[in-house]
């Protein structure tokens, strides 16, 4: 190039860069009157009276000519500038890649995972293939005309989604709100200001099916089925024991985030809360229900009364009072609801597990307790709350009363008559049950044969149809079959 540059010194030309838009090159600028101007302001000189059109016309001549060969040179010094560039480039690469390895190979050691280290591979790779970054050649961050801040570094960053490192017991959870990014997780979305959403890996986070993970997760089942898709994928998820993390809305066709992080394994026990009726429901109607959830654990309703148990039982109550600081129970208040806890059975024998009943009548009993203006709670206050507990939920036994008293419903108390008997029906409401007297009656009729009933023969026929016609048949037995077949 500077044997080119002297050339053309001679020829009374210059060597210098035009800008065409974005672009810059090399050019060659004619010398006039020892200055240098470019090839379109010729024309310009002529008018002005500075360069003949004979002279401009042979400089224009010369220029074309020696063109050729400028852009030649400038080819050539290109690729030998981009060969170097690469060449530094490669040295550099080498160079920094001694000093990146030698600090992963210490991070591989500590962390001896397959997956671990697949990933320090990678970062190895993006970062021998981004080392202006880290030298201070890029700005570790900028701001885009509409204000959003970029930063360099962010892919950088670790999401540590999930770290039991200083766990040493089995993790047991209790959900009490299993809504989908509660138990499954979500990817969070940032409002960029401008009334647009973003989000990246950072943005991930864990539900408690994966802090769970290697322990046990415990729900209440009736609140699956009233969140949308928690039961469909709580079944996919423990089918195949792979949890997928993504935007609540991807289930239903909308979502902001276009992330899909890989499936996680987990091995996680879930243990769902319920009563009998929803287990059969679901043993019923859904075929892979026994599949996936194969142990079936009976909370049993009562227990065997007890020195023991009796005692074990007022350590749950006074632990409840001290959970929900209510004033202290005496004796006679504790012995009480343990005598509650044994009516709620029927039996002298057992005590109901219904604690939930126990703590509302503790909670009505130190209610009343404070109302009296006493700092203790005794039997008094837990016969008070009780009593307006059975007359809340007495008012079915009061209708049956009054339909007796009003002689709606009939029923002899006294003296004999054949084929009738008095029963005795028990009505359980809630925690509230009551007996109702019921009449029972029987009859016979000469002969061996029946009133048939065609309908029920058939199949056709329901159950009041077929009880109507039972009291139909018993009626005419009563009034014609008692002297003739």
Avoid at 72 to 100: A, M, P, T, Y
Wanted: glycine share 6%.
């Amino acid at each position: 190039m500077g044997e080119f540059e002297e050339k053309m010194r001679k020829e009374n030309f210059a060597l210098g860069q035009v800008k065409f838009g974005e672009l810059t090159r090399p050019d060659l600028l004619p010398l006039i009157n020892g200055k240098p101007v470019t090839i379109f302001q010729l024309d310009q000189l002529i008018a002005e009276q500075q360069l003949t059109k004979e002279s401009a016309e042979d400089i224009v001549k010369r220029y074309n000519m020696h063109q050729a060969e400028l852009q030649k040179l400038f080819r050539k010094s290109l690729k030998l500038s981009q060969e170097i560039h690469s060449k530094l480039g490669e040295l550099e690469r080498k160079s920094v890649e001694v000093v990146v390895k030698g600090l992963i190979e210490n991070l591989k050691e500590q962390y001896n995972t397959p997956r671990i280290k697949e990933y320090f591979d990678l970062l190895t790779e993006n970062v021998l293939n981004d080392i202006n970054l880290f030298k201070g050649a890029k700005p570790e961050g900028e701001t885009t005309p509409d204000g959003y801040t970029i930063d360099y570094f962010r892919d950088y960053d670790v999401n540590i989604v999930l770290d039991n490192s200083e766990t040493k017991e089995c993790p047991v959870l209790i959900e009490t709100s299993p809504t989908y990014m509660n138990v499954f997780g979500t990817i969070e979305k940032v409002n960029d200001g401008h009334g647009g959403w973003f989000s990246d890996f950072t943005n991930i986070k864990a539900g408690a099916l994966l802090r769970a993970n290697g322990g046990f997760l415990v729900m209440n089942v009736t609140h699956l089925f009233e969140e949308p898709g928690v039961w469909r994928t709580l079944k996919r998820v423990l089918t195949y024991r792979k949890l997928e993390i993504h935007d609540p809305y991807y289930s239903y066709q909308y979502s902001p985030s276009t992330l899909k992080p890989e499936a996680i394994e987990i091995n996680t026990k879930v243990i769902l809360l319920g009563s009998q009726l929803i287990y059969s429901l679901l043993t019923e109607h859904e075929y892979d229900f026994k599949k996936i959830f194969k142990v079936k654990a009976d909370f049993d309703y009562e227990i065997k009364r007890n020195d023991k148990v009796l005692k074990e039982y007022a350590r749950v109550i006074k632990k409840f009072i001290e959970d929900e600081t209510l004033l202290e129970f005496d004796k006679t208040a504790i012995a009480y609801l343990l005598e509650i806890a044994a009516k709620l059975t029927g039996s002298q024998y057992k005590l109901s597990t219904r604690f939930s009943v126990i703590a509302d009548i503790a909670r009505e009993s130190n209610f009343w307790a404070i109302d009296d203006g006493f700092n203790t709670v005794n039997a008094a206050h837990v016969k008070k709350a009780y009593k307006y507990a059975m007359d809340r939920h007495g008012m079915l036994e009061s209708k049956v009363t009054d339909m007796f008293e009003e002689e709606i419903l009939l029923m002899d108390t006294k003296g004999e008559r054949i084929g009738q008997i008095n029963g005795l029906a028990i009505y359980n409401a809630d925690f509230y049950s009551f007996g109702r007297p019921t009449r029972i009656t029987a009859t016979v009729s000469l002969g061996s044969g029946s009133i048939i009933n065609v309908e029920r023969e058939a199949g056709m026929s329901g159950r009041h149809y077929n009880k109507g016609v039972l009291i139909i048949s018993g009626y005419f037995r009563e009034t014609f079959g008692q002297n003739l077949p």
